[in-house]
């Protein structure tokens, strides 16, 4: 069975950073391009970074950019997003998700497996 476990969120002040961890188990992890997503209370959920099945292939929504870094060790079956300077913004629900499909996956319908997210919350 295929399961996807975040971990890493947590309340910081703005300016501050947190690094979120997905942990992937049942799954053939490099078989799968993968993506962060984020859900505001109140707004829809939108998708934050993405990366192809190798990891050499990243993109970011334009809030994102410059700021969070999307990596994997596809040896430790481990997604990660790396969010410095975080802004009040960034609070949310952040899950991770996996999808079948090749290459930079950033439709939400794309994607197959999901995690129960983690809260990230940004003090200002």
């Known amino acids: 069975q295929v399961q996807l476990v975040e971990s890493g969120g947590g309340l910081v002040q703005a300016g501050g950073s947190l690094t979120l961890s997905c942990a992937a188990s049942?799954?053939?992890?490099?078989?799968?391009?993968m993506g962060w997503f984020r859900q505001a209370p109140g707004k829809e959920r939108e998708i934050v970074a993405a990366i192809t099945r190798s990891g050499e292939s990243t993109w970011y929504v334009n809030s994102a950019k410059g700021r969070f870094t999307i990596s994997r060790d596809n040896t430790n079956n481990t997604l990660y997003l790396q969010m410095n300077s975080l802004k009040f913004e960034d609070t949310a629900v952040y899950s991770c998700?996996?999808?079948?499909?090749?290459?930079?996956?950033?439709?939400?319908?794309?994607?197959?497996?999901w995690g129960q997210g983690t809260q990230v919350t940004v003090s200002s």
């Open positions: 998700a996996a999808s079948f499909s090749f290459g930079l996956v950033t439709l939400q319908s794309e994607y197959t497996f």
């Open positions: 049942g799954v053939n992890f490099n078989g799968y391009a």
